[in-house]
Protein backbone atom coordinates (compact mmCIF):
# COMPACT_ATOMS: atom_id res chain seq x y z
CA UNK A 1 0.00 0.00 0.00
CA UNK A 2 1.20 3.08 -0.73
CA UNK A 3 0.55 4.45 3.20
CA UNK A 4 3.57 2.60 3.84
CA UNK A 5 5.69 4.14 1.34
CA UNK A 6 8.82 6.59 2.07
CA UNK A 7 9.94 8.72 0.20
CA UNK A 8 13.57 10.41 1.22
CA UNK A 9 14.93 13.71 -1.11
CA UNK A 10 18.23 14.28 -1.56
CA UNK A 11 20.10 17.34 -3.11
CA UNK A 12 23.74 16.50 -2.33
CA UNK A 13 26.35 13.06 -3.08
CA UNK A 14 27.43 12.56 -0.03
CA UNK A 15 28.84 9.50 1.67
CA UNK A 16 25.04 8.34 2.58
CA UNK A 17 24.10 8.27 -0.82
CA UNK A 18 26.59 6.39 -1.74
CA UNK A 19 26.55 3.76 0.39
CA UNK A 20 22.96 3.30 -0.54
CA UNK A 21 23.44 3.82 -4.28
CA UNK A 22 26.22 1.12 -4.51
CA UNK A 23 24.46 -1.15 -2.54
CA UNK A 24 21.41 -0.61 -4.18
CA UNK A 25 22.98 -1.27 -7.60
CA UNK A 26 24.14 -5.11 -6.56
CA UNK A 27 21.11 -5.44 -6.41
CA UNK A 28 19.30 -4.23 -9.43
CA UNK A 29 19.48 -4.48 -13.13
CA UNK A 30 21.12 -0.99 -14.41
CA UNK A 31 22.96 0.64 -17.30
CA UNK A 32 26.03 2.69 -16.70
CA UNK A 33 24.03 5.28 -16.82
CA UNK A 34 22.65 4.82 -13.73
CA UNK A 35 25.61 3.80 -11.41
CA UNK A 36 26.97 5.68 -8.66
CA UNK A 37 30.07 6.26 -10.51
CA UNK A 38 28.97 7.47 -13.67
CA UNK A 39 26.75 10.05 -12.27
CA UNK A 40 29.19 11.19 -9.39
CA UNK A 41 31.23 12.15 -12.69
CA UNK A 42 28.39 13.66 -14.38
CA UNK A 43 27.35 15.62 -10.99
CA UNK A 44 31.34 16.61 -10.55
CA UNK A 45 31.60 18.29 -14.25
CA UNK A 46 28.19 18.91 -15.63
CA UNK A 47 25.81 19.71 -12.81
CA UNK A 48 26.10 23.70 -13.16
CA UNK A 49 22.89 25.55 -11.88
CA UNK A 50 20.67 22.65 -11.69
CA UNK A 51 18.99 21.40 -8.54
CA UNK A 52 19.40 18.20 -7.44
CA UNK A 53 16.42 15.88 -6.62
CA UNK A 54 17.27 12.81 -5.69
CA UNK A 55 15.01 10.08 -4.45
CA UNK A 56 15.20 7.33 -2.64
CA UNK A 57 11.83 5.11 -2.34
CA UNK A 58 11.28 2.86 0.43
CA UNK A 59 8.66 0.58 0.98
CA UNK A 60 8.29 -1.18 3.82
CA UNK A 61 11.16 0.62 4.84
CA UNK A 62 13.02 -1.31 2.54
CA UNK A 63 14.70 0.85 -0.18
CA UNK A 64 13.85 -0.36 -4.11
CA UNK A 65 14.26 2.69 -5.86
CA UNK A 66 16.63 5.24 -6.59
CA UNK A 67 15.48 7.69 -9.05
CA UNK A 68 18.36 10.94 -10.16
CA UNK A 69 16.61 14.28 -11.35
CA UNK A 70 16.94 17.32 -11.49
CA UNK A 71 15.35 21.10 -12.31
CA UNK A 72 16.65 23.27 -14.52
CA UNK A 73 15.62 26.38 -15.80
CA UNK A 74 14.40 26.85 -19.68
CA UNK A 75 13.66 30.57 -20.37
CA UNK A 76 11.02 30.76 -17.78
CA UNK A 77 10.34 27.89 -17.48
CA UNK A 78 11.29 24.87 -14.52
CA UNK A 79 11.29 21.49 -16.04
CA UNK A 80 12.15 18.16 -13.76
CA UNK A 81 14.12 15.81 -15.87
CA UNK A 82 16.52 13.28 -15.29
CA UNK A 83 19.91 13.59 -14.66
CA UNK A 84 22.82 13.33 -16.84
CA UNK A 85 21.77 15.51 -19.96
CA UNK A 86 23.80 15.83 -22.82
CA UNK A 87 25.47 11.94 -22.13
CA UNK A 88 23.01 9.61 -20.27
CA UNK A 89 21.23 7.66 -23.56
CA UNK A 90 19.37 4.99 -20.89
CA UNK A 91 16.96 6.48 -18.38
CA UNK A 92 15.60 4.30 -15.81
CA UNK A 93 14.99 4.50 -11.97
CA UNK A 94 17.62 2.26 -10.38
CA UNK A 95 14.82 -0.45 -9.06
CA UNK A 96 15.74 -3.85 -6.21
CA UNK A 97 15.77 -6.79 -8.30
CA UNK A 98 12.14 -8.58 -7.96
CA UNK A 99 10.29 -4.77 -7.08
CA UNK A 100 8.98 -2.62 -9.78
CA UNK A 101 7.26 0.62 -10.36
CA UNK A 102 3.75 1.40 -11.66
CA UNK A 103 1.76 4.77 -12.51
CA UNK A 104 0.89 4.70 -8.89
CA UNK A 105 4.18 4.80 -7.67
CA UNK A 106 5.04 7.74 -9.72
CA UNK A 107 2.12 9.66 -8.88
CA UNK A 108 2.88 9.24 -5.41
CA UNK A 109 6.24 10.69 -5.89
CA UNK A 110 5.45 13.45 -8.07
CA UNK A 111 2.72 13.97 -5.12
CA UNK A 112 5.21 14.99 -2.60
CA UNK A 113 7.69 16.57 -4.69
CA UNK A 114 5.36 18.98 -6.20
CA UNK A 115 4.66 19.93 -2.31
CA UNK A 116 8.56 20.45 -1.90
CA UNK A 117 9.03 22.23 -5.07
CA UNK A 118 8.33 24.30 -7.88
CA UNK A 119 8.35 22.94 -11.31
CA UNK A 120 6.15 23.89 -14.05
CA UNK A 121 6.76 20.47 -16.49
CA UNK A 122 7.74 16.94 -15.67
CA UNK A 123 9.88 15.85 -19.07
CA UNK A 124 11.84 12.55 -18.74
CA UNK A 125 13.28 11.12 -22.10
CA UNK A 126 15.07 8.19 -22.81
CA UNK A 127 13.45 5.65 -21.01
CA UNK A 128 13.78 2.14 -20.82
CA UNK A 129 11.19 1.18 -19.01
CA UNK A 130 8.16 2.56 -19.86
CA UNK A 131 5.65 0.45 -17.08
CA UNK A 132 5.96 3.29 -14.79
CA UNK A 133 4.18 5.97 -17.16
CA UNK A 134 0.65 6.55 -17.95
CA UNK A 135 -0.68 7.35 -21.06
CA UNK A 136 1.64 10.59 -21.22
CA UNK A 137 4.56 8.55 -22.57
CA UNK A 138 5.01 7.82 -26.33
CA UNK A 139 7.47 6.04 -28.05
CA UNK A 140 10.62 8.40 -28.96
CA UNK A 141 13.77 6.91 -30.00
CA UNK A 142 15.62 3.63 -30.86
CA UNK A 143 18.93 1.87 -29.31
CA UNK A 144 20.93 -1.52 -30.60
CA UNK A 145 22.33 -3.93 -29.23
CA UNK A 146 24.48 -7.17 -30.39
CA UNK A 147 23.43 -10.08 -27.95
CA UNK A 148 26.44 -12.25 -28.15
CA UNK A 149 24.21 -15.49 -26.88
CA UNK A 150 22.16 -15.21 -29.82
CA UNK A 151 24.93 -16.95 -31.15
CA UNK A 152 23.33 -17.98 -34.89
CA UNK A 153 22.29 -14.05 -35.39
CA UNK A 154 26.25 -13.23 -34.64
CA UNK A 155 27.85 -15.63 -36.81
CA UNK A 156 25.57 -14.22 -39.53
CA UNK A 157 26.73 -10.15 -38.93
CA UNK A 158 30.08 -11.40 -38.29
CA UNK A 159 30.15 -13.50 -41.37
CA UNK A 160 28.37 -10.67 -43.65
CA UNK A 161 30.69 -8.30 -42.71
CA UNK A 162 34.26 -9.68 -41.95
CA UNK A 163 35.61 -10.07 -45.67
CA UNK A 164 34.65 -6.39 -45.99
CA UNK A 165 36.51 -5.23 -42.92
CA UNK A 166 39.30 -7.48 -43.94
CA UNK A 167 39.34 -5.67 -46.99
CA UNK A 168 39.42 -2.37 -46.02
CA UNK A 169 42.01 -3.11 -42.98
CA UNK A 170 44.54 -4.60 -45.78
CA UNK A 171 44.28 -1.81 -48.06
CA UNK A 172 45.49 0.04 -44.55
CA UNK A 173 48.20 -1.98 -43.69
CA UNK A 174 49.54 -1.74 -47.42
CA UNK A 175 49.61 2.06 -47.69
CA UNK A 176 50.65 3.10 -44.54
CA UNK A 177 52.26 1.55 -41.00
CA UNK A 178 48.98 0.20 -39.56
CA UNK A 179 48.25 -0.19 -35.70
CA UNK A 180 45.41 -0.94 -33.51
CA UNK A 181 45.31 0.01 -29.92
CA UNK A 182 42.38 -2.09 -27.83
CA UNK A 183 44.20 -1.60 -24.46
CA UNK A 184 46.69 1.37 -25.07
CA UNK A 185 48.97 3.17 -22.47
CA UNK A 186 47.92 6.42 -20.79
CA UNK A 187 49.68 8.81 -23.03
CA UNK A 188 48.30 7.02 -25.75
CA UNK A 189 44.60 7.44 -23.52
CA UNK A 190 45.04 11.28 -23.57
CA UNK A 191 45.96 11.39 -27.58
CA UNK A 192 42.73 9.54 -27.66
CA UNK A 193 40.76 12.09 -25.94
CA UNK A 194 42.01 15.55 -27.60
CA UNK A 195 41.45 13.15 -31.10
CA UNK A 196 37.61 12.47 -30.40
CA UNK A 197 37.11 16.55 -29.20
CA UNK A 198 38.86 17.45 -32.08
CA UNK A 199 37.61 15.05 -35.42
CA UNK A 200 33.80 15.28 -32.91
CA UNK A 201 33.72 19.10 -33.07
CA UNK A 202 34.50 18.85 -37.10
CA UNK A 203 31.57 16.21 -37.59
CA UNK A 204 28.93 17.71 -35.88
CA UNK A 205 29.70 21.36 -37.66
CA UNK A 206 30.16 19.19 -41.43
CA UNK A 207 26.87 18.11 -40.43
CA UNK A 208 25.21 20.73 -39.03
CA UNK A 209 24.22 18.87 -35.55
CA UNK A 210 24.09 20.66 -32.26
CA UNK A 211 27.65 20.59 -31.12
CA UNK A 212 27.70 20.22 -27.48
CA UNK A 213 31.51 20.40 -27.59
CA UNK A 214 31.43 24.05 -28.38
CA UNK A 215 29.85 24.00 -24.32
CA UNK A 216 32.77 24.05 -21.67
CA UNK A 217 31.21 22.03 -19.20
CA UNK A 218 30.85 19.30 -21.76
CA UNK A 219 33.91 19.44 -23.57
CA UNK A 220 35.65 19.20 -20.33
CA UNK A 221 33.29 16.14 -19.18
CA UNK A 222 34.65 14.36 -22.27
CA UNK A 223 38.30 14.77 -21.14
CA UNK A 224 38.20 14.26 -17.68
CA UNK A 225 37.19 11.03 -18.57
CA UNK A 226 40.92 9.68 -18.08
CA UNK A 227 40.57 9.94 -14.11
CA UNK A 228 37.01 7.92 -14.54
CA UNK A 229 37.22 4.14 -12.90
CA UNK A 230 39.58 2.08 -15.36
CA UNK A 231 37.76 -0.96 -15.00
CA UNK A 232 34.49 1.03 -16.30
CA UNK A 233 35.73 2.68 -19.45
CA UNK A 234 37.21 1.32 -22.76
CA UNK A 235 39.67 3.31 -24.82
CA UNK A 236 40.96 2.24 -28.28
CA UNK A 237 42.43 3.89 -31.59
CA UNK A 238 43.35 2.82 -34.97
CA UNK A 239 47.04 4.35 -36.11
CA UNK A 240 48.70 4.61 -39.22
CA UNK A 241 51.86 6.53 -39.75
CA UNK A 242 51.28 7.35 -36.23
CA UNK A 243 48.43 8.90 -36.39
CA UNK A 244 45.00 8.27 -34.95
CA UNK A 245 42.53 7.97 -37.83
CA UNK A 246 39.64 6.39 -35.66
CA UNK A 247 39.25 5.86 -32.31
CA UNK A 248 36.33 5.19 -29.58
CA UNK A 249 35.78 5.35 -25.70
CA UNK A 250 33.30 3.59 -24.07
CA UNK A 251 31.67 1.98 -20.82
CA UNK A 252 31.76 -1.36 -19.38
CA UNK A 253 29.46 -2.63 -16.76
CA UNK A 254 28.49 -5.81 -15.72
CA UNK A 255 30.06 -7.51 -19.06
CA UNK A 256 28.37 -5.11 -21.13
CA UNK A 257 30.22 -2.83 -23.66
CA UNK A 258 28.59 0.38 -24.06
CA UNK A 259 29.52 2.00 -27.32
CA UNK A 260 29.53 5.53 -26.96
CA UNK A 261 31.68 7.83 -28.51
CA UNK A 262 33.29 7.09 -31.79
CA UNK A 263 35.34 9.24 -34.41
CA UNK A 264 37.05 9.15 -37.43
CA UNK A 265 39.54 11.17 -39.61
CA UNK A 266 37.39 12.52 -42.42
CA UNK A 267 40.27 12.10 -44.87
CA UNK A 268 39.93 8.62 -44.73
CA UNK A 269 36.84 7.77 -44.87
CA UNK A 270 37.54 6.02 -48.31
CA UNK A 271 38.77 2.88 -45.97
CA UNK A 272 36.21 2.94 -43.40
CA UNK A 273 38.37 3.61 -40.17
CA UNK A 274 35.62 3.62 -38.03
CA UNK A 275 33.63 0.35 -39.10
CA UNK A 276 37.11 -1.53 -39.00
CA UNK A 277 37.49 0.04 -35.13
CA UNK A 278 33.88 -1.03 -34.33
CA UNK A 279 34.15 -4.53 -35.62
CA UNK A 280 37.46 -5.50 -33.50
CA UNK A 281 36.20 -4.18 -30.50
CA UNK A 282 32.69 -6.38 -31.13
CA UNK A 283 35.19 -9.39 -31.26
CA UNK A 284 37.35 -8.44 -29.17
CA UNK A 285 34.62 -7.84 -26.37
CA UNK A 286 33.10 -11.46 -27.69
CA UNK A 287 36.58 -13.38 -26.55
CA UNK A 288 36.29 -11.53 -23.11
CA UNK A 289 33.12 -13.50 -23.31
CA UNK A 290 31.24 -10.28 -22.56
CA UNK A 291 26.97 -10.41 -22.75
CA UNK A 292 26.35 -7.52 -24.81
CA UNK A 293 27.84 -5.07 -27.34
CA UNK A 294 25.17 -2.16 -27.03
CA UNK A 295 25.52 0.40 -29.64
CA UNK A 296 23.19 2.65 -27.65
CA UNK A 297 20.86 5.27 -28.73
CA UNK A 298 20.73 7.13 -32.15
CA UNK A 299 19.23 5.56 -35.66
CA UNK A 300 22.31 5.16 -37.50
CA UNK A 301 22.37 2.93 -40.24
CA UNK A 302 25.92 1.21 -39.29
CA UNK A 303 23.90 0.40 -36.01
CA UNK A 304 21.51 -1.17 -37.72
CA UNK A 305 23.79 -3.29 -39.48
CA UNK A 306 25.92 -4.55 -36.37
CA UNK A 307 23.28 -5.29 -34.41
CA UNK A 308 20.53 -8.47 -33.59
CA UNK A 309 18.43 -6.62 -31.04
CA UNK A 310 16.37 -3.11 -31.26
CA UNK A 311 15.57 -1.63 -27.93
CA UNK A 312 12.33 1.17 -27.79
CA UNK A 313 12.80 3.97 -26.00
CA UNK A 314 10.18 6.30 -24.24
CA UNK A 315 9.64 9.50 -23.27
CA UNK A 316 7.28 10.87 -20.50
CA UNK A 317 5.76 14.29 -20.19
CA UNK A 318 3.59 15.96 -17.99
CA UNK A 319 2.20 19.86 -17.14
CA UNK A 320 2.00 21.14 -13.89
CA UNK A 321 1.63 24.90 -14.23
CA UNK A 322 -0.46 26.70 -17.95
CA UNK A 323 3.33 27.54 -18.62
CA UNK A 324 4.03 23.59 -18.72
CA UNK A 325 1.13 23.24 -20.75
CA UNK A 326 2.26 25.18 -23.59
CA UNK A 327 5.70 23.57 -23.22
CA UNK A 328 4.08 20.23 -23.56
CA UNK A 329 2.00 21.24 -26.40
CA UNK A 330 5.11 22.35 -28.30
CA UNK A 331 6.77 19.07 -27.75
CA UNK A 332 4.03 16.88 -28.48
CA UNK A 333 3.90 18.75 -31.89
CA UNK A 334 7.37 18.47 -32.93
CA UNK A 335 6.65 14.93 -32.16
CA UNK A 336 3.71 14.55 -34.38
CA UNK A 337 5.62 16.49 -37.46
CA UNK A 338 8.57 14.47 -37.34
CA UNK A 339 6.38 11.49 -37.33
CA UNK A 340 4.68 12.93 -40.27
CA UNK A 341 7.66 13.55 -42.35
CA UNK A 342 8.98 10.00 -41.66
CA UNK A 343 5.87 8.83 -43.21
CA UNK A 344 6.25 10.79 -45.96
CA UNK A 345 9.90 9.82 -46.37
CA UNK A 346 9.04 6.55 -46.49
Not at 152 to 160: A, G
Not at 185 to 203: D, G, H, R, Y
Request: aromatic fraction near 18%; include cysteine.
Amino acid sequence: MIDENKLIIKNNFDKELAKEWKELEKDSNISIFQSYDWNMHWQENCNHNFENIILLYYKKNKLISILPLIIYKKYFLKILSWSGFPFSDYNQPLIRNNYSLDPLDLKFLISILSKKFRFDVIHLVNNINNKIFDLNSYKSNKAYKLIYKNQKSYELMINKFKKKINYEENRLKKKFNYNIYLNPSTNKKLEILNFFVEKKMEQLDRTNAWNYLKIKIFKDYIFKLEKFDQSKISFSCIEVNGKIISSHIGYILNKNFYYIFPAYDYLYKKFSPGNILLFKLIEFYKSKNFEDFDLTIGDENYKKSFTNYKIDLYDYINCRTLLGLCYMLSVKLKVMLKKLIIQKNN
